[in-house]
């Protein structure tokens, strides 16, 4: 009897570890196939070699990239190099990106940024919120953006404990944000286990000098995070649920649950068109192939585009979707003046004119 025991609990343990392997193996893409989809003539942003993996637009059409990112086990080109940001004006006829200088007493030859958000005070005061992953901790740096320096001048370096391991922020003030932590475990073999066995610990954390607190928990993989126009709501994507989550912004500043749309694919950064409201995705449609690189066979691209995320109907499109080498691994979408653009973790940039849709 008590072999009969010690056989069915074998079956049964082993009976989850299959289902949670063909579960991840789902929400990773394997069993994915791509059919291409381009809005537009598309052509490649000058400049950009090493990712692209966050964009800020500025209201004027200049756009803000980061560039550069060494993270955990993905692909890194330029690996002997810091990262870097990068400006790119939407208003030329042909893109091309230059790298932004930084003031004096920041730490360039360590600096390794991630996501980005900008916050535009009432006397034009573009405040530009950084995650950085220097030498192995997580931080947020700010800076202020001199447009006619073509720089950034930094003001402070933010860490906390429970600031361990963002990865995007969304400025509310000049000193406020809200930002994602990916992982639970500081560990990267334990970070990777985390992933696997699919635990629903990862967390949004609001930070202001005056209070830090965890304001969402329950989340598989916390990714990009945004703001509604009306900065009412917060848009956070769940990677590995494949979900965009809307929360609403108490007087406190914590977050209530109000719906979930499924995207139907890995989703990673999110940007919201100030004019419409719609949110665009970067997504990672085949994601395992960011981690067993090759190549000959590289992660392909694909943009998500949510209409009217706050009824009872949103729509969810594809727009973009490549399945070979040209854009490898999108992470992030955003538009102006009807062109997309198209950021990588560790490739290069893409912007296609949708003037030109049939």
């Not at 980005?116 to 405040?127: C, E, H, K, N, R």
């Not at 900065?231 to 209530?256: C, D, K, P």
């Not at 919201?272 to 981690?291: A, E, N, Q, S």
């Amino acid at each position: 009897m008590a072999k009969l025991l010690k056989v069915a609990v074998c079956i049964g343990i082993l009976s989850v570890v299959v289902y949670q392997l063909v579960d991840f193996c789902k929400l990773m893409g394997v069993f994915r196939e791509l059919v291409p989809i381009e809005p537009g003539n598309c052509h490649l942003i000058k400049g950009v070699e090493y990712g692209s993996e966050d964009i800020n637009i500025l209201p004027g059409g200049l756009a803000l990239i980061s560039t550069g990112l060494k993270y955990q086990s993905l692909p890194n080109f330029d690996s002997d190099r810091p990262g870097h940001i990068l400006l790119v004006d939407l208003n030329e006829s042909v893109l091309s990106a230059v790298k932004l200088r930084i003031s004096r007493g920041f730490d360039v030859e360590s600096f390794n940024p991630h996501g980005l958000s900008t916050y535009i005070d009432g006397d034009g005061t573009v405040y530009v919120f950084v995650v950085n992953h220097p030498r192995q901790i997580t931080t947020v740096e700010i800076f202020t953006f001199d447009e006619d320096q073509n720089s950034l001048n930094h003001l402070k370096t933010i860490k906390h404990e429970l600031l361990h391991s963002v990865n995007d922020i969304v400025a509310l003030s000049p000193d406020s944000f809200y930002a994602t932590n990916d992982h639970y475990f500081s560990h990267e073999h334990l970070k990777n286990l985390e992933l696997v066995i699919g635990l629903s610990w990862c967390t949004v954390v609001y930070y202001s000098p005056s209070d830090v607190k965890e304001v969402a928990t329950g989340l598989r993989l916390a990714n990009g995070i945004n703001v509604s126009p009306d900065r009412r709501y917060i848009y956070i994507a769940e990677s590995l649920g494949h979900n965009v989550h809307v929360m609403e912004i108490a007087a406190n500043n914590t977050l209530t649950p109000v719906k979930t749309v499924n995207v139907g694919t890995l989703p990673d950064n999110l940007e919201v068109d100030p004019k419409t409201g719609d949110v665009w995705i970067g997504c990672c449609p085949i994601c395992w192939k960011l981690f067993l690189y090759n190549p000959e066979n590289a992660p392909g691209s694909e943009v998500i585009r949510i209409e009217n995320i706050l009824s009872m109907d949103p729509k969810v499109t594809q727009v973009y979707v490549n399945n070979d080498s040209t854009l490898q691994g999108s992470s992030v979408a955003t538009v102006y003046e009807e062109k997309l653009l198209i950021g990588t973790i560790f490739h290069k940039a893409l912007y296609c004119e949708l003037s030109a849709q049939p």
